[in-house]
């Protein structure tokens, strides 16, 4: 008798920066979603797929839920609300701060709307005290009734093995979606358009990033040797903006491909020569088609 085989979706929800892109590459293993320490990095929903003996998990990266001030940021909380109901369970990550945040509240009330199982994952807990994990604890309980609470460290792996035995209950039986080396469903080239922009996140100041988006406009493998040549532009907002990505004689550039070149070479197990290019586009973020142009259309979702 063949062993049963139980697979489903469980997406992860929460406010900007609480850690959620960092759990589920700890899950999978392997870095699938750019992390940053600046709220709102991810922009897009993240398909990682984790695959076991007897079970596989497709997680579901979402957009920090937050209050929209672009039509950008209508497009991510659209994209991370929209997993609530199509999924076998909901994620909410918070972090132990002892008390709730607005946001928080938010989320908690959109939920309210859903009959999907809540699992509420504390991260961070490693640099909290006790008493306001128990307090975080405390709080969010009273505000929803989750179906369970796990406090975790997604940094250090901290009760991340105790978290994957309550995901799999909320599996159903069912198929292998995706085959057994298949770690995501994103496209290389969109994979390698947000390395790019998140290397921008990382080294640029706090005033830019928001208005960042990276475009991929050529990436060819040489037929005569393991290299791939890779283009790609920055687009930013200002020409102030521009200045300040390019850097003094070209310093800030050239240290973002250097560090995207490093993580990209690791993605596609080659050498790459990667070109980078800055260019303004102005308003971009309220620009119904130049959303479109970069891939945060409505109609994905």
């Known amino acids: ?49 984790l695959t076991k003996d007897d079970f596989q998990v497709i997680f579901i990266d979402t957009p920090g839920i937050h209050k929209a001030k672009y039509k950008l940021d209508d497009y991510m909380v659209k994209a991370a609300e929209t997993t609530f109901g199509e999924v076998d369970a909901v994620l909410m990550l918070t972090e132990p701060l002892g008390r709730m945040l607005p946001e928080d509240e938010n989320i908690i009330e959109r939920l309210k709307k859903v009959k999907t199982p809540v699992v509420l994952v504390i991260n961070k807990t490693d640099c909290f005290d006790e008493e306001k994990v128990l307090k975080t604890t405390e709080i969010f309980s009273k505000a929803y009734d989750f179906a369970d609470i796990v406090q975790v460290s997604a940094v250090s792996g901290k009760n991340t093995d105790e978290l994957m035995k309550v995901i799999k209950k909320y599996l ?58 890779i283009q790609a532009v920055i687009y930013c907002e200002r020409e102030s903006h521009k200045g300040i990505i390019i850097g003094k004689g070209g310093a800030m550039l050239k240290k973002i491909g250097t560090l995207s070149r490093q993580d990209i070479t690791g993605l596609l197990g080659s050498e790459v020569n990667l070109q980078l290019w800055v260019k303004v586009k102005k308003d971009w973020r309220d620009s119904d088609f130049l959303l479109k142009n970069f891939d945060y259309d409505a109609k994905n979702i």
């Open 1 to 49: 008798m063949k062993d049963k085989f139980y697979s489903g979706f469980v997406s992860l929800i929460g406010r900007p920066n609480v850690g959620k892109s960092t759990l589920m590459n700890y899950l999978i293993g392997e870095k699938i979603a750019i992390i940053s320490p600046k709220p709102q990095t991810t922009r897009n929903k993240i398909h990682a797929i």
């Open 172 to 229: 159903p039986e069912g198929p292998k979606y995706f085959p057994d080396d298949m770690v995501t469903d994103q496209p290389e080239r969109q994979i390698v358009s947000e390395l790019i922009r998140e290397k921008a996140l990382k080294l640029l100041r706090d005033e830019i990033p928001h208005g960042t988006a990276v475009e991929v406009s050529s990436m060819k493998k040489r037929p005569d040797r393991n290299l791939v040549d």
